[in-house]
């Protein structure tokens, strides 16, 4: 069974624990956020290719194709 924990408790916990985080800075923030649209991008790229490529083969092989 979980102990039972007061709202004021609560609240003074959460502050504790968010006095603890290291916040990245302006600089970092947006070199991340850069970084996942880059590889995000990428890695939409390259499934779009490799889908085109897969249904190109399939058309191919069924015949398909026209």
Request: overall charge positive; charged content about 15%.
């Amino acid at each position: 069974m979980m102990a039972k924990t007061s709202p004021a408790q609560f609240v003074r916990e959460v502050r504790q624990e968010l006095a603890k985080v290291t916040w990245p800075s302006r600089r970092e923030l947006i070199y991340t956020t850069l970084s996942v649209l880059a590889m995000s991008s990428l890695a939409a790229l390259f499934f779009f290719v490799t889908d085109q490529i897969i249904g190109w083969a399939v058309e191919w092989v069924l015949g398909l194709g026209g």
